[in-house]
């Protein structure tokens, strides 16, 4: 029998679906009646869409333009020498 | 003190047997007739639960149709069955009851004197009621193979899940010992052996349909809104099936001392303890008829310290999980420490006696092979984003199906001295490197320095790079390096590389509220945006550069192992573990509240 722990250790690859057909047959044994792990799947795709999406940490054009200038200064001032 | 003259053939017995309080119940209390009738005299195991008649009542009912009216193996066979499950289970209270039983009924309790047909039904019973949950579906095969029969088999299942319940009886009532236990060795089965890709789905054994009046159903039905499968594999012994559901009657389903719902949520915890996922799955589903939320249910189920329990209500589910799951370490201050939190004796003895007939009913759902009653409350099946990073490896390009990098033209005019070409590099790429690094260090000046090291590191060592992997790849694998050293300079104690104390292994999900179906909708973007931020940061360095690669980056596990110099599986392991702890710190936003209205 598939315990919790069983299953979250081959979430990653169940995700991936990576996982042999044998065992993502027992995984979806488990996954139909364990409502746990039903939760951390949906929960753990969400993160995974949340996390894509969310636009984190961009960095604006008018922002990058004045960095990517001074990287290339350093760079023409390195070669110049 | 009260003293009995009624504990026959053994002289007069003082009444505090065990932890608990005792009443006087008389000669005449009418269940310990089964036991004498079997034992000879009455135990003390039971002699230390006569604050409760009905909890006695109920193990007299279930010690009637086990032991007394199962007549299908001898009864010699059954002792060493039992004998055999105490040696196993290391409880020396039934090794010495057990040990007595056999010389009382002539036969040594030596395991040689077993033909080989003995020992195979010996070693499953000793299996099951030590390590259920390996049971599977070799073990009954090599049963079958042994010429038993099915209720053969249904009794050894029973008589495990016999030995299960008064186990922990004993330990949770401290009962002192009828009999000094001799040293017995515990056994060994010879089913330890099972094959790796054993096939561990029930049913072992075959419903039998039962008469639609079959009362014990019929009150199932009433009381549950179902007959589990664990009861209809059962019907080659209705009188079990009766007995067990009066025991539960008696046991389960009564408010006047602990209320309905406490023994629920115990069986419930117990049941999440063996790691058995067919009890919990009922359990919760019958929490839920009785009005408890279904979060909480299985909040309950994977970790009832954090399922907004009240003190006490935890302090009584973390007793009987620990006499469940841990009896060696159980002792008399785990009475005391309920009885502090101001349970009364009868309180703390009918928590012993949940405990224990969950034990007992986890045993025999193992030893049947019962599948879950259930449909999946939803219909499951993952669905596939259109993320790289979720696209299956066969649709993923294969090495020799790659496009060719995009940057290569790029590269080779730039490796040739086109600074121009570099500068374009650096505006393709900068946002991605930015993202990264900011991401790790999580101050925006600090990440645009190592930006800048990032950059001119590459291009340092552009003349090396001789396209085996992306440029993206290759530039990413700079900056990761690069913010992981800065974080080195900043924490030198702290480890990027290795697991420390908490390790790949062990991480245990505890946020397990459902959540709400479409979170996008429930913040603004630049809201969303900040709280990534924000529960990303909490990851330790080495979790979120991996998820900072493969779910920001979209690098795929292959590249973003060759990013980091790791091995395609420690890759996917962090993966795997910083994507749960990430759901874990966003999940108090996004998950339905208990009344199943937004968060």
């Not at chain 1, 995984?27 to 636009?55: F, M, P, W, Y």
């Not at chain 2, 290391?90 to 080989?116: C, E, H, N, R």
């Not at chain 2, 590099?425 to 991605?432: D, P, Y």
Request: with cysteine.
């Amino acid at each position: 029998m598939i315990t919790c722990a069983d299953f979250i250790a081959e979430l990653g690859n169940y995700m991936d679906e990576s996982v042999a057909d044998e065992v993502r047959v027992q995984l979806e044994n488990h996954l139909a009646h364990c409502q746990t792990c039903q939760v951390i799947v949906d929960s753990t795709c969400k993160t995974v869409r949340i996390v894509t999406d969310s636009g984190s940490f961009d960095l604006p054009d008018a922002v990058l333009k004045p960095i990517a200038a001074e990287i290339m200064a350093k760079i023409r001032s390195e070669q110049g020498r | 003190m009260i003293v009995c003259d009624w504990n026959f053939g053994r002289g007069k017995i003082q009444v505090n047997v065990g932890y608990l309080k005792e009443a006087g119940l008389g000669e005449s209390f009418q269940p310990f007739s089964v036991f004498r009738e079997y034992f000879g005299f009455v135990p003390n195991v039971f002699l230390a639960q006569t604050l409760l008649p009905r909890v006695i009542a109920a193990e007299a009912e279930l010690a009637r149709a086990i032991l007394l009216e199962r007549r299908c193996l001898p009864q010699i066979l059954k002792e060493r069955m039992l004998l055999a499950l105490a040696a196993g289970r290391g409880s020396t209270y039934f090794i010495g009851l057990g040990s007595q039983v056999l010389s009382l009924l002539g036969a040594s309790d030596s395991k040689t004197d077993l033909s080989s047909q003995e020992t195979l039904l010996v070693d499953f019973t000793v299996k099951l009621g030590t390590r259920s949950s390996s049971i599977s579906r070799d073990d009954v095969e090599r049963i079958a193979a042994g010429r038993w029969t099915n209720e053969s088999m249904l009794e050894a299942v029973l008589l495990a899940g016999w030995g299960n319940f008064l186990c922990t009886l004993s330990v949770g009532l401290g009962a002192e010992p009828d009999f000094a236990a001799a040293p017995h060795v515990a056994t060994t089965t010879s089913l330890d052996i099972v094959s790796a890709e054993r096939e561990n789905f029930g049913p072992y054994l075959s419903a039998k349909e039962m008469p639609s009046d079959f009362a014990p159903y019929a009150f199932l039905r009433d009381n549950f809104g179902l007959v589990p499968n664990v009861f209809q594999l059962q019907g080659l012994s209705p009188a079990t099936v009766a007995a067990e559901v009066e025991a539960m009657r008696l046991i389960l389903l009564t408010d006047d001392v602990l209320k309905r719902k406490q023994k629920e949520r115990i069986l419930l915890a117990v049941s999440a303890s063996n790691q058995n996922t067919y009890c919990v799955a009922v359990y919760a589903e019958i929490l839920t008829l009785s009005g408890v939320a279904s979060e909480e249910s299985y909040q309950i189920a994977a970790d009832h310290r954090q399922a907004g329990l009240s003190e006490l209500d935890r302090a009584l589910l973390d007793f009987a999980v620990k006499l469940s799951a841990r009896p060696e370490e159980f002792s008399r201050e785990d009475v005391e420490s309920l009885r502090r939190h101001g349970l009364s004796d009868e309180q703390i003895l009918e928590a012993v006696a949940v405990t224990a007939l969950t034990q007992f009913l986890n045993t025999v759902q193992q030893g049947t092979g019962a599948v879950p009653d259930f449909a999946p409350r939803r219909s499951f099946r993952l669905k596939i984003g259109n993320k790289a990073n979720l696209s299956s490896p066969d649709s993923r390009p294969k090495p020799e199906e790659e496009p060719p990098d995009p940057d290569a033209e790029l590269v080779q005019k730039a490796q040739a001295g086109n600074l121009q070409a570099f500068e374009v590099l650096v505006e393709h790429h900068g946002k991605r490197v930015y993202r990264t690094l900011v991401g790790l260090l999580g101050s925006p000046e600090e990440a645009r320095d190592a930006m800048q090291d990032t950059f001119l590191k590459a291009f340092q060592h552009l003349a090396g790079f001789q396209g085996r992997s992306k440029f993206s790849t290759w530039l990413l694998r700079i900056a990761s390096n690069a913010g992981l050293q800065r974080l080195r300079e900043r924490r030198p104690m702290e480890s990027l590389d290795d697991d420390g104390p908490e390790g790949e292994e062990g991480f245990r999900p505890r946020q397990v509220r459902a959540w709400t179906d479409d979170p996008e909708q429930l913040y603004s973007q630049s809201e969303m945006r900040s709280l990534v931020e924000n529960c990303l940061k909490k990851l330790p360095a080495k979790y979120r550069v991996v998820v900072l690669l493969r779910d920001f980056e979209q690098l795929s596990a292959d590249d973003a192992a060759a990013a980091l110099g790791l091995g395609v599986p420690a890759l996917k392991s962090r993966l795997l573990r910083g994507r749960l702890m990430l759901r874990e710190a966003l999940a108090p936003y996004f998950a339905k509240s208990p009344t199943g209205v937004g968060a």
